[in-house]
């Protein structure tokens, strides 16, 4: 079972440079997820998305743009990368509700290096 | 904003021993909290969800208490193996009813032979 894929599962940017996280779910689900993981700080959402054609902000949005593609598909752009984007990505997924009381499932990560 | 913490942040026992991670959170308005489980190199694995109108949740050989009261909730792992080495995480709520979920620093868990 595949559950929840992120590609790439590392990248090196440089400074400036654009980006599309890729996360796509074969489980049905209708909500998702993307998060960062920083050393010391714990997981932090970045953007959720409800349903296909909705999003909504977490705790953390400013220097990324998601699109939920459709049902399977919710990606995250960083538009002009910065060093303080290093950090470790996840995409999760729950069959609905949010990410606070909703069981959730996780892809593996994408690890990124911003330079 | 709610302030979750763990403790103790790390912890290695022998096989066979009865744990119990703590999570603390600041903001006892919380409507439910979660317990992950994080191996290296992945992501996180959901183990057990608490609402708020429960007190505790059982999964195996795991158990998860929430006592709003207290702002605090336990992990308790019943005869530990090596197989539940990993990182484990509690998150809940960021605030009240906010669907935004504060997610604690974890506890580093080794079970050694």
């Known amino acids: 079972n595949a559950g929840v894929t992120q590609t790439p599962k590392f990248q090196v940017l440089k400074t400036g440079q654009s980006m599309t996280l890729q996360c796509a779910q074969d489980?049905?689900?209708?909500?998702m997820y993307w998060y960062r993981q920083d050393p010391g700080m714990g997981l932090r959402l970045i953007y959720y998305?409800?349903?296909?054609?909705?999003?909504d902000k977490g705790e953390v949005p400013n220097g990324y743009n998601v699109s939920r593609l459709n049902k399977r598909e919710f990606s995250l752009r960083l538009e002009s990368a910065a060093p303080s984007q290093t950090s470790v990505y996840f995409c999760?997924?729950?069959?609905?509700?949010?990410?606070?009381?909703?069981?959730?499932?996780f892809g593996d990560g994408t690890r990124l290096s911003i330079l | 904003k709610q302030e979750v913490t763990q403790i103790p942040a790390a912890l290695s026992v022998p096989e066979g021993e009865n744990l119990v991670l703590n999570c603390s959170f600041t903001d006892s308005a919380i409507y439910n909290l979660q317990w992950f489980r994080q191996d290296p190199g992945k992501g996180l694995t959901s183990l057990l969800l608490?609402?708020?109108?429960?007190r505790e949740q059982t999964s195996g050989r795991l158990n998860a208490s929430l006592d709003k009261s207290s702002g605090r909730s336990t992990l308790y792992i019943a005869a530990s193996q090596p197989g539940d080495s990993a990182t484990y995480l509690c998150?809940?709520?960021?605030?009240?009813?906010?669907?935004?979920?504060?997610f604690g620093r974890g506890t580093s868990l080794i079970v050694h032979p």
């Open positions: 608490i609402q708020s109108s429960q």
């Open positions: 489980m049905n689900h209708n909500s």
């Open positions: 999760a997924s729950s069959e609905a509700g949010s990410p606070s009381n909703q069981p959730q499932h």
């Open positions: 998305s409800a349903s296909e054609g909705t999003t």
């Open positions: 998150a809940g709520p960021h605030s009240g009813g906010s669907y935004i979920p504060t």
